[in-house]
């Protein structure tokens, strides 16, 4: 297996360095076989393994995939070339909103001022105002519930017998706090299956993605669901109140539809793996005073530095780009597809010492890359930031307030 890995690792660094149509074929193939094991033996295998044999740096997924620190963190500051990409996989375009964020480039580079008006809108129209959301007796109950499911399923709780509850708070909560949308038990259940079944039919991520999707002709249910999410999010009293201006002159469905994608692939898959790894990761002898919020804001950001929730920030590189692989530097054209990895970055020990040890107390915490920012540099951090980093510290004190109760 791991003579494979190297050779794989040696074949792709070869393609990806002579760009044609010909090697452009044969990165695809590796990106297929690549694509495959990475979701079934699951992120941190695919990626650990590599780590182990090749570095922080390596190709895989038919681009160059980054972990070092320094490089990764400089690519998530730099103005970004985008292509139709999301994480680990290549996607079909036109099976998106044109105004999906992820796949617009900026203004700098190849790209026009589509991504900042778009992210303009969603930021003034939902996000600026769903914080105070966060703060309502209904957010605080569904969290304080699945803390309740979560206490009485063992500590820490069985993932397994508990999956069905996260998921559902996550899309009750996040309708809630960024549409003020109350969904029916119907709703609940078709956007369950939507946004998080791994059946290509009817996941609205993996009906858009190679090599899984669907033809045209068999994307019935996904449409049905899809059009059961929509009438949620245009009906919902925040897009209601949207009225297009000449600054955000999306339309009421236009901007439906890219909050659904949003929503749905940015929003509900990270926020489900930060809360999974909060109630399961987080050492349960550590000491947190819940009634201070940094130290519980800390826990979170420790957590989500550990366990990153997202991983590929897919960019074209706009110069001549020299990476360290297996101990040896590499050059690549401009124009070469690389992943900059937050999760393999968020562990690189020479910026974060004893990268595995869970440490809430460490001096540089802020540095992770985990919502797509580094300093000062946030053209592209997450618009959920502050909602995700609630939603994980109130869950955090509900379940820390059960155990104390208990005991
Ligand atoms: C309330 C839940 C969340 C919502 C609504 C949300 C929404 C979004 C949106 C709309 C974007 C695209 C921004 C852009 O391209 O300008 C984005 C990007 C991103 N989000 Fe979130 N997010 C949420 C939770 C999370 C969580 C829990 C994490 C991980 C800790 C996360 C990490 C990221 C990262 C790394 C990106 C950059 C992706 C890329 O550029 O390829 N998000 N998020």
């Not at 590796?30 to 780590?51: A, C, E, H, M, N």
């Not at 991504?115 to 129209?125: C, E, G, P």
């Not at 309708?175 to 939507?194: D, F, G, N």
């Not at 690189?348 to 540089?364: A, C, G, I, W």
Request: aromatic content about 6%.
């Amino acid at each position: 297996m791991s003579l494979l890995i190297c050779l794989s690792n040696r074949l792709q660094i070869l393609l990806l360095q002579h760009p044609c149509a010909l090697t452009a074929m044969i990165l695809r193939f590796f990106y297929v076989v690549d694509v495959l094991s990475y979701s079934i033996v699951t992120p941190q295998k695919f990626l650990g393994k590599r780590q182990q044999l090749l570095g922080q740096n390596f190709a895989a997924l038919g681009r160059i995939i980054i972990g070092e620190y320094s490089l990764a963190a400089k690519f998530i500051a730099e103005p970004q070339q985008r292509e139709p990409y999301i994480g680990r996989f290549r996607c079909i375009p036109n099976r998106f909103s044109k105004h999906f964020l992820l796949f617009l480039s900026d203004k700098e580079v190849k790209g026009d001022n589509a991504h900042s008006k778009a992210r303009s809108a969603i930021l003034n129209v939902v996000f600026k105002p769903a914080f105070d959301n966060t703060e309502s007796p209904e957010a605080k109950d569904l969290l304080d519930q699945l803390a309740t499911i979560a206490h009485t399923h063992g500590n820490p709780p069985d993932l397994d017998e508990i999956s069905d509850d996260i998921q559902r708070t996550v899309i009750q909560y996040i309708m809630l706090v960024l549409l003020e949308a109350k969904p029916s038990p119907h709703q609940i259940s078709s956007l369950k299956t939507l946004f998080f079944s791994s059946k290509p039919r009817e996941s609205l991520l993996i009906s858009k993605v190679k090599p899984l999707a669907p033809s045209a002709k068999r994307l019935k249910e996904v449409e049905r669901l899809e059009e059961i999410a929509l009438n949620l999010i245009e009906n919902s009293p925040v897009v209601s109140r949207y009225k297009p201006t000449n600054e955000h002159d999306l339309s009421r469905t236009e901007l439906s539809t890219l909050l659904l994608q949003a929503i749905a692939i940015a929003g509900c898959l990270g926020s489900e793996s930060l809360l999974r790894s909060l109630l399961t990761k987080v050492p349960h002898d550590l000491e947190i005073d819940v009634d201070n919020r940094l130290e519980v804001l800390r826990v979170v950001l420790e957590t989500a530095r550990r366990h990153s929730p997202v991983n590929n920030i897919n960019i074209i590189t706009q110069t001549e780009t020299e990476v360290t692989i297996n101990d040896r530097k590499r050059k690549f054209p401009k124009g070469t597809l690389f992943s900059a990895n937050i999760g393999l970055a968020n562990l690189d020990d020479t910026v974060f010492k004893n990268p595995l040890d869970f440490n809430p107390h460490r001096d540089n915490l802020l540095a992770a890359l985990s919502f797509n920012s580094v300093g000062e540099a946030k053209r592209r951090e997450c618009p959920g930031r502050s909602i995700a980093e609630k939603m994980g510290s109130d869950l955090l004190v509900a379940l820390r307030c059960k155990t104390v109760k208990s005991h």
